[in-house]
């Protein structure tokens, strides 16, 4: 069950992106940016793993105490946009995981999940919904992959690998994971050019959020999209990195 305000204003015929942002206040921003954000897109897929010894992992998912990297699946039963499909979050290098209120829309709430069992992120989501979006929110999150100490990541109940090829992080109001071609460079333009468009997302702002040789955040490097594509301002571009968060505000928009 939605609140009534926004079943009114989807009824008044307004797009669900501007009901929702008009209900929502600002969500603050990830302090270090996430890996994978919540929706599928359409973006360039990721190459196949390497040909790594594999094993069986058996873990209760329930029981285990979440870290980086862990990867969920998630749905929310009163979604406004029907549909039985769920989405993909992952929760980030800072231990928080960002979830989309709709399938429909790039509004999302952050909720702490590193330290935590499943049972305590899906109580907090709920809350977090249903304080500022949903009357009733019925969440089904379940952990689809862990990370692995060695690197890599590991299916629930599946097989295993010992390493990935590297890979670049989109989020926010534009999402995506991006392969680094063997032996090539992969520019900022290139993965740009391939998502899709999103009328709220900010390009004169774009972050990308790299980590150091020590482990340590490196502070971003900000570059406007915008004049970088529509300028043609080749010398804005930037070669990305193994392991780069690219964020893509959201544009601010007063909405009802």
Do not use: W
Not at 3 to 25: D, E, H, T, V, Y
Not at 50 to 78: C, G, K, M, W
């Amino acid at each position: 069950m939605i609140r009534p305000r926004l079943k009114s204003c989807l009824a008044a015929g307004a797009s669900l992106g501007i009901c929702i942002l008009g209900l929502a206040q600002t969500p603050a921003p990830p302090a270090v940016a996430p890996s994978n954000p919540p929706a599928t897109t359409n973006a360039a897929p990721v190459a196949a793993t390497t040909n790594a010894p594999v094993s069986t992992l058996q873990i209760d998912p329930e029981a285990r105490e979440l870290r980086p990297r862990d990867a969920f699946r998630y749905r929310i039963h009163e979604d406004p946009v029907g549909g039985s499909d769920s989405l993909r979050t992952t929760i980030t290098d800072s231990g928080e995981a960002i979830f989309n209120v709709s399938r429909g829309d790039a509004t999302y709430v952050t909720v702490k999940a590193a330290g935590r069992r499943l049972a305590e992120v899906r109580a907090d989501l709920k809350q977090r919904l249903e304080s500022e979006y949903y009357v009733v929110a019925t969440i089904d999150l379940n952990l689809e992959s862990i990370a692995l100490p060695q690197g890599g990541t590991a299916e629930i109940g599946g097989v295993t690998t010992q390493s990935t090829v590297p890979t670049v992080v989109v989020f926010d109001a534009m999402q995506g994971e991006f392969a680094i071609p063997d032996g090539q460079p992969l520019m900022l333009s290139t993965i740009m050019l391939k998502l899709p468009s999103n009328q709220f997302a900010n390009r004169k702002k774009v972050e990308i959020q790299r980590v150091g040789p020590d482990g340590k955040a490196l502070p971003p490097i900000k570059v406007n999209v915008d004049d970088l594509l529509l300028n043609n301002n080749r010398s804005a571009d930037v070669e990305l990195k193994a392991g780069d968060r690219i964020r893509v505000p959201r544009r601010v928009i007063f909405g009802l």
